[in-house]
């Protein structure tokens, strides 16, 4: 992509994201998770209806859910400018949005057209994310006390200076067991994959690194930012049930290959997210005196960029 067609698609990006966090807040704290996210995702499709240029949904995370989404193959945009991949969550934490607990994201990635792998029918994946000082040092066949051992030593710490990210689930039981036996501290966050990443790659808010099995349009969308700032990331997929790993087997795809982070996103891409309802990342979308104020995240070209939109009524 020219930087003119890059700067376009960010305002497009960002409008969509915007669009898509103030709908889904209209449903913070009622419980309807389904609500939330046909909400977000509805407004996001409209935004991009606009977009110049053709965009493809490479990647998107409806149907590991069961939920409204942008699907995989749809088009948007108005056809008249540069083509372009999408990467897109419209509601990253649903839950949280449904339960008004802080961390829910409006969340999408752009990047060159043919540039966001596809993981066809797998939905998990297994992933690592490090800041640009590790990125040669990690190996997801590494044992977790590796890991933190050579992150540590790139870092310039000590394992119990570690702080590590990974969500609180199940699956996860044994690995927070393993990081705390072997003295780093770790912060155990019921979702926001997204958001655990970015926390990686935002020096402020001090997480060393990211493990564990997430889904797979988090990891691309991920790996958008993690590319466009030097980070490291390694990924492999890692279905959660029988009928999701036949499938995967089905299309020809290894459930053994590690991809990088330049396999993952093949190409210049940009990573953008509006906050919902609050967090360490970005505020919720607030209303005074009938102009609207939201938050929102451009990570692209080695910058991460801060902006508020203010609308008036």
Same mark, same amino acid.
């Given at each position: 992509?020219?930087?003119?067609?890059?700067?376009?698609?960010?305002?497009?990006?960002?409008?969509?994201?915007?669009?898509?966090?103030? !709908?889904?807040?209209?449903?913070?704290?009622?419980?309807?998770?389904?609500?939330?996210?046909?909400? /977000?995702?509805?407004?996001?499709?409209?935004?991009?209806?606009? !977009?110049? #240029?053709? #965009?493809?949904?490479?990647? *998107?995370?409806?149907?590991?859910?069961?939920?409204?989404?942008?699907?995989?193959?749809? $088009?948007? =945009?108005?056809?008249?400018?540069?083509?372009?991949?999408?990467?897109?969550?419209?509601?990253?934490?649903?839950?949280?949005? /449904?339960?008004?607990?802080?961390?829910?994201?409006?969340?999408?990635?752009? #990047?060159?057209?043919?540039?966001?792998?596809?993981?066809?029918?797998?939905?998990?994946?297994?992933?690592?994310?490090?800041?640009?000082?590790? +990125? &040669?040092?990690?190996?997801? &066949?590494?044992?977790?006390?590796?890991?933190?051992? +050579? $992150?540590?030593?790139?870092?310039?710490?000590?394992?119990?200076?570690?702080?590590?990210?990974?969500?609180? +689930?199940?699956?996860? +039981?044994?690995?927070?067991?393993?990081?705390?036996?072997?003295?780093?501290?770790?912060?155990?966050?019921?979702? =926001?994959?997204?958001? *655990?990443?970015?926390?990686?790659?935002?020096?402020?808010?001090?997480?060393?690194?990211?493990? *564990?099995? #997430?889904?797979?349009?988090? *990891?691309?969308?991920?790996?958008?930012?993690v590319r466009a700032l030097g980070g490291g990331m390694l990924g492999r997929l890692a279905?959660?049930?029988?009928?999701?790993?036949?499938?995967?087997? /089905?299309?020809?795809?290894?459930?053994?290959?590690?991809?990088?982070?330049?396999?993952? $996103?093949?190409?210049?891409?940009?990573?953008? /997210? @509006? =906050?919902?309802?609050?967090?360490?990342?970005?505020?919720?979308?607030?209303?005074?005196?009938?102009? @609207?104020?939201?938050?929102?995240?451009?990570?692209?070209?080695?910058?991460?960029?801060?902006?508020?939109?203010?609308?008036?009524?």
């Amino acid at each position: 992509m020219q930087a003119a067609d890059i700067s376009t698609l960010e305002a497009v990006a960002l409008a969509a994201t915007r669009s898509a966090a103030l !709908a889904s807040y209209a449903w913070v704290g009622r419980e309807d998770q389904k609500a939330a996210d046909a909400a /977000a995702t509805t407004a996001m499709r409209a935004a991009l209806a606009d !977009a110049p #240029g053709r #965009g493809t949904v490479v990647i *998107g995370e409806g149907e590991k859910d069961d939920a409204p989404m942008l699907f995989n193959g749809e $088009v948007v =945009g108005t056809g008249h400018g540069p083509d372009f991949d999408i990467a897109v969550d419209p509601l990253e934490g649903t839950s949280f949005c /449904a339960r008004d607990l802080p961390g829910s994201l409006a969340t999408i990635a752009f #990047g060159e057209s043919g540039t966001f792998w596809s993981p066809g029918p797998g939905f998990y994946m297994d992933k690592i994310v490090v800041p640009p000082a590790a +990125k &040669d040092v990690i190996d997801l &066949d590494d044992p977790p006390e590796h890991t933190l051992a +050579k $992150v540590a030593k790139a870092l310039g710490k000590e394992v119990g200076d570690l702080r590590v990210m990974i969500m609180d +689930k199940p699956r996860h +039981k044994e690995l927070i067991a393993r990081v705390l036996q072997a003295g780093a501290a770790v912060q155990t966050p019921a979702g =926001g994959d997204v958001g *655990g990443s970015l926390a990686v790659l935002l020096p402020t808010l001090d997480i060393d690194l990211l493990l *564990g099995v #997430g889904g797979t349009p988090e *990891g691309v969308m991920t790996a958008a930012a993690v590319r466009a700032l030097g980070g490291g990331m390694l990924g492999r997929l890692a279905p959660q049930r029988d009928e999701e790993a036949d499938a995967i087997r /089905a299309a020809g795809m290894s459930l053994e290959r590690i991809y990088d982070c330049d396999e993952l $996103v093949a190409g210049e891409a940009f990573f953008v /997210a @509006t =906050g919902v309802n609050g967090g360490p990342l970005l505020g919720r979308p607030r209303t005074v005196g009938g102009t @609207t104020v939201a938050e929102s995240l451009l990570i692209s070209r080695g910058e991460i960029r801060h902006i508020t939109h203010t609308t008036f009524a």
